[in-house]
């Protein structure tokens, strides 16, 4: 995510001039834009015509600029999109105010939202920026006498490292295993949290060899993927396979299961832990929470007009601070679908409360 711009507003919140940079960031955004909130965006819409000479084809479509009082927000997943949907208060035609409209937001879309931030909104938001920023995987590609090493943060790559040379026989030929030394330490020196090597044939396989043996810590944090180039093309197959966003995904399950396994765990032997609404309101006001867990679905319908007897708002400010952290799971995986048979929130105390 890129924060274009931002300023306070007479109302107390921010305004804020968006661009999602990844499908990845439609979806942080399905999470933080609420009903009541204002959204505005270039947009198209279907106009009817007044033209009496021409003949009536139910409306043509038009860009516009409009702003909407959002009343409806949908992340649509196989579209790669974000549907924002409301009343349009603000318009480039007068004539359309009142009127409902949809604001369809992908990719590199601009987009300016007035509202006020929720802390785990702005947690969330703050990650998202971090995210894109932060060239958390690497992507090696290697064949015979050529290696590359590009850096992403989210979808964007960027080549750090092109390492070339002859190879074979002759005075100039350059050892494979040299070739497979200098890219280990190249790879060693990002300190990526994930890395995927890539190319054709068994090069690759032959690199990540000598990796295991010269420094095992490493290769377990390497994957491996067929492409048919190297260098950019190669960096373009492996994006378009999605083996980056499958190493973004499994990244973040490792980091929710192992909450969920101490919660589990914690559960088990009576230890420090609260689980249900009640239970874990009840802990916040004594400020016994270390780590607020909670599912994004369940969050987003309390937040609207949920069932439960507490202010979940007031939970999450509480815990922050009184020095406690918060993480929200998300739906779609197994842990978050575990604690919602939990009650969808939870926390890991600091100590027992009874």
Not at 180 to 198: H, P, Q, Y
Not at 212 to 230: C, K, M, N, Q, R
Not at 236 to 254: C, M, N, S, Y
Not at 273 to 286: D, I, K, L, N, S
């Amino acid at each position: 995510m890129r924060i274009v711009d931002r300023e306070p507003v007479e109302s107390g919140g921010e305004r804020l001039t968006l661009v999602p940079e990844s499908v990845d960031d439609l979806w942080h955004l399905s999470h933080i834009i609420e009903p009541d909130d204002r959204v505005a965006s270039d947009t198209e819409r279907r106009i009817q015509r007044t033209d009496d000479r021409l003949r009536d084809t139910g409306g043509e479509r038009e860009h516009i600029w409009a702003e909407l009082a959002v009343t409806d927000v949908e992340f649509a997943r196989f579209a790669n999109r974000l549907r924002v949907g409301g009343t349009i208060e603000a318009c480039s035609r007068e004539d359309q105010l009142g009127n409902h409209h949809t604001i369809n937001v992908e990719q590199h879309d601009e987009i300016e939202l007035e509202k006020r931030l929720k802390p785990d909104q702005r947690d969330r938001l703050e990650s998202a920026v971090e995210a894109a920023e932060a060239p958390d995987v690497a992507i090696a590609t290697v064949e015979e006498g050529q290696a590359y090493v590009h850096t992403v943060a989210q979808h964007a790559a960027e080549e750090r490292v092109r390492l070339t040379g002859p190879t074979g026989k002759g005075e100039y030929a350059r050892s494979r295993s040299e070739l497979f030394a200098d890219l280990r330490a190249v790879l060693e020196r990002l300190d990526a949290d994930a890395i995927v090597l890539a190319g054709p044939g068994f090069t690759k396989r032959d690199a990540l060899a000598h990796i295991e043996e010269e420094a095992p810590d490493l290769a377990t944090s390497i994957t491996t993927v067929d492409t048919a180039g190297v260098g950019d093309r190669g960096v373009h197959e492996v994006l378009k396979r999605g083996a980056v966003e499958e190493i973004q995904r499994e990244t973040r399950i490792a980091r929710e299961a192992a909450l969920i396994d101490e919660l589990t765990d914690r559960i088990a032997d009576g230890a420090e832990v609260a689980y249900g609404p009640q239970q874990v309101a009840t802990a916040a006001e004594y400020g016994a929470i270390d780590r607020l867990l909670v599912v994004d679905e369940q969050l987003r319908r309390e937040r609207r007009n949920g069932d439960w007897e507490i202010d979940v708002d007031s939970v999450i400010e509480t815990t922050e601070q009184k020095g406690g952290e918060v993480t929200v799971f998300s739906s779609e995986f197994e842990p978050g679908q575990q604690l919602a048979t939990l009650g969808g929130i939870a926390a890991l105390l600091r100590y027992r409360l009874e």
